[in-house]
């Protein structure tokens, strides 16, 4: 008798702990990865038994979860949507910061009613029921504070632990939906500023490929004038020595203009002969 009192007053050893209820509730906490460590396998089955079992559960814990949060997010939207339209706003769609302010506010209305309740249940103040409300959905599970092991609530109060397994399990859902929105932030915000940054880069690029065609645009009607230049200057020279006329110093006829002393004579003779 008497070591059925000392395993009764040991619930985290033996005893109540682990009829279904009790089994059940360390199911729960396995498959949420909280791990407060109020109760362990003790023999070597059962620590096998409970690997195999995390190894399995807890994938399908995460995307149950995450299923949960999805179909969360979206009835969020559907009444901010609603919402807006009462409203007459005129942007009627639900934005990201929309839904992360509904999923905060949700996960906060969940911590401080789920405080209230452990307060009134497991005789903490409200701090402390704050404190074993953050630290279980955050899935942190320090072990500090754990509740149902006070007065045989496992036995003599199953519908506060069904209580306590829908705080756990809507709690996780709400909190992962919340977590969630708020990573896709931050990597929403990421790649914003890594398409900000390479837009820069590209009109950066732009403008140095615009200063090069301009430079070597320059530089053509440079050469262009340069040659153009030359060109005219060799016109010219050309043009000089036609127009002028060149003689030998035989007094040949060049380039069909006759030498100055030829022309002079014949009109002298021409005169003579009048």
């Known amino acids: 008798m008497l070591e059925v009192v000392i395993i009764e007053n040991k619930p985290h050893k033996a005893g109540p702990q682990w009829k279904f209820l ?3 509730y360390f199911a729960t906490v396995v498959l949420a990865m909280i791990g407060y460590g109020h109760s362990t396998p003790n023999t070597n089955a059962g620590k096998a038994f409970c690997m195999i079992y ?8 995460l995307v149950m979860f995450q299923s949960i949060g999805e179909r969360l997010n979206k009835f969020a939207s559907v009444i901010i949507r609603r919402f807006k339209i009462f409203m007459k706003c005129s942007q009627t769609e639900a934005t990201e910061i929309n839904l992360m302010a ?7 209305i969940i911590i401080l009613t789920g405080a209230a309740v452990f307060s ?23 072990g500090d504070y754990v509740a149902l092991q006070n007065d045989r609530a496992l036995q003599n109060n199953p519908g506060y632990v069904a209580l306590s397994l829908v705080f756990i399990l809507f709690g996780l859902a709400v909190v992962a939906a ?20 390479n837009e820069e880069l590209q009109r950066q690029a732009m403008k140095n490929q615009v200063q090069v065609m301009t430079c070597e645009g320059e530089r053509d009607n440079i050469s262009n004038k340069l040659i153009n230049s030359s060109v005219n200057e060799d ?21 069909g203009y006759l030498p ?8 002298s003779l ?3 002969s009048v």
Do not use: H
């Not at 995390?54 to 814990?61: F, K």
């Open 260 to 267: 100055t002393d030829l022309v002079t004579s014949s009109l």
């Open 235 to 255: 016109q010219q020279s050309v043009c000089s020595c036609n127009c002028m006329g060149t003689s030998s110093e035989n007094g040949q006829l060049i380039d």
């Open 22 to 24: 009790g089994a059940f």
């Open 270 to 272: 021409k005169r003579a």
């Open 102 to 108: 509904a999923t905060g506010f949700l996960s906060s």
């Open 54 to 61: 995390a190894m399995v559960g807890i994938p399908l814990g």
């Open 178 to 197: 919340s977590i969630n929105l708020l990573v896709l932030r931050f990597m929403t915000m990421n790649a914003e500023d890594m398409r900000i940054e």
């Open 120 to 142: 009134k249940y497991e005789n903490w103040s409200y701090f402390d029921s704050f404190y074993y409300c953050f630290v279980t959905l955050t899935t942190i599970g320090f």
